[in-house]
């Protein structure tokens, strides 16, 4: 496609941000609008936002996300590396360890079998866990006949899975799964924005059960085992920089120019062009704009340009989450880490949200075989004060949670702490309707985009298929442009 503007001078197209979602916009543009003259502004020193791996003496260190999902629904992300020519790098989990616990006392469960955080095609295998007494599982097992909600009005997730699951397995299963992918407050969060699958179920059968029922039937190829979600995982050899490495790299060598260290102080429309000044007071124009910074930052951008789809992006509400990293040698365990992780529910009143073994879903993450990584997460929406800790009492907390509940001896090999603040975007009741309302008046804005986590999900596929999306827009735009429309 060759990308020339009405003077006939080449389509000029910035992407601001270099997070997955910047990165991925920049990439779908170099492959789909390659005459087109891109440049990718990141304010940082380092390109892929969250996403960062350190390697420490052998051990390789996850700051955020250390895995995406490639499904039929999802395949985006398993799709990119293979343009990138990655797949090959990829590794499946550990098949010897696929599954997750859950923690109810002082006992470790493992998630029932073909439970996908609200449905499964089989009842038996909650109604067998420890995980529920027998009054929530006989409230669980009466789901089927749970008369459908006839209002269209959005409900949070804890008003939904009470409703339709009954209240103790919303807390002892349902919010402690959630709370794994959203660090969300689920008294606020959004059913319709975060979680419409499960609306539409029971829009389309009347019961979450039923539905699964019906699908396990409609595509018995499925495995319906718990362990078949985990098999869907996948991460780069190298950790999630290699995927950012490569990104980068790719883009590069199409002759992208990426800017590090450069910070966008304000944007404006001037004619039919944006003016992009710079804080060091330098400005350029371009002919198309794709915002991809966090939702704060671009909140910011749009402060003067257009104020009032800056307030709608100021009214996302975030959280904020720290990952301690701690590594131990295999005798310091007295209790086998036999899954990939545990979550903790909230009603357990303890101060982390999650455990994740990373050196137990993938190899290559320790120096010695008898060593094992540890992530430990807490914060989030519901104890956001614990986000906060310093280092040395985060250690603490980290450490009398690995003692009690895993049987930890001895102090650790490795302690590292990965801090996010305010960058989990927070789905909450009304976030569709604000985030129509923001397309809506981004739409008014001539050869502009925006995409990020906070538009069709947290997860890597989402951001990178939303970013894809608005590169498609750009690039459609571009060749109107090209042929004088």
């Known amino acids: 496609m060759n990308v020339k503007n009405e003077r006939n001078q080449t389509f ?25 003259e891109v440049r990718l502004i990141e304010s940082s020193e380092r390109l892929g936002g969250v996403l960062q791996t350190t390697s420490v003496d052998g051990y390789l260190l996850e700051h955020s996300a250390d895995n995406f999902i490639v499904t039929d629904e999802l395949p985006d992300a398993g799709k990119l590396c293979e343009r990138l020519g990655l797949a090959s790098e990829l590794l499946d989990t550990n098949r010897a360890h696929r599954r997750a616990l859950i923690l109810r006392g002082r006992t470790f469960y493992p998630v029932p079998e073909g439970l996908q955080l609200m449905t499964t095609p089989n009842v038996w295998p909650i109604i067998r866990s420890g995980l529920l007494s027998w009054k929530g599982k006989l409230r669980l ?36 799964l959630v709370a794994g992918i959203f660090t969300a407050d689920p008294e606020k969060l959004s059913m319709q924005a975060a979680l419409p699958q499960f609306v539409d179920m029971e829009r389309r059968y009347g019961s979450l059960g039923r539905a699964a029922r019906l699908r396990a039937v409609e595509h018995p190829e499925e495995d319906q085992a718990s362990g078949a979600r985990y098999a869907m995982f996948r991460a780069p050899k190298l950790g999630m920089q290699q995927l950012v490495q490569a990104l980068e ?144 009492r985060l250690r603490c907390c980290a450490m009398s949670e690995l003692r009690e509940l ?72 571009a060749a109107r442009r090209s042929a004088g429309i």
């Open 12 to 36: 000029r197209i910035m992407v601001i941000g270099g997070g997955i979602s910047g990165l991925a916009a920049a990439h779908r543009l170099t492959e789909i609008a390659p005459q087109a």
């Open 141 to 176: 097992a009466a789901e089927p006949w749970i008369r459908q909600r006839a209002e269209p009005e959005d409900e949070s997730l804890a008003q939904f899975a009470t409703r339709r699951l009954g209240r103790e397995a919303y807390e002892r299963l349902v919010q402690p």
């Open 249 to 392: 790299d790719k883009l590069r060598r199409a002759g992208v120019q990426i800017d590090l260290n450069r910070r966008v102080a304000t944007i404006q429309r001037v004619s039919q062009q944006w003016q992009v000044v710079f804080g060091n007071g330098d400005e350029t124009f371009t002919d198309a704009l794709i915002v991809a910074t966090p939702v704060a930052a671009a909140a910011a951008l749009f402060a003067d340009v257009a104020p009032k789809l800056s307030q709608q992006l100021r009214g996302i509400r975030l959280a904020s989450s720290s990952v301690a990293c701690l590594a131990f040698r295999q005798e310091q365990i007295a209790r086998p880490l036999d899954a990939f992780g545990a979550v903790i529910p909230h009603a357990e009143g303890r101060p982390v949200l999650a455990f994740s073994f990373s050196s137990v879903k993938f190899p290559g993450r320790v120096p010695h075989d008898d060593e094992v990584l540890i992530r430990v997460f807490v914060g989030g929406a519901l104890q956001p004060e614990l986000a906060d800790l310093d280092d040395q």
């Open 406 to 477: 895993w049987g930890v001896t001895g102090e650790p090999l490795l302690y590292r702490v990965f801090r996010w603040k305010d960058t989990m975007p927070q789905f909450l009741l009304g976030h569709r309707e604000r985030i129509a309302l923001i397309e809506q008046m981004a739409g008014e804005l001539p050869t502009l985009e925006l995409t990020g986590n906070y538009f069709a999900g947290v997860g890597i596929p989402q951001c990178i298929r939303r970013g894809e999306l608005v590169a498609d827009r750009v690039a459609r735009v």
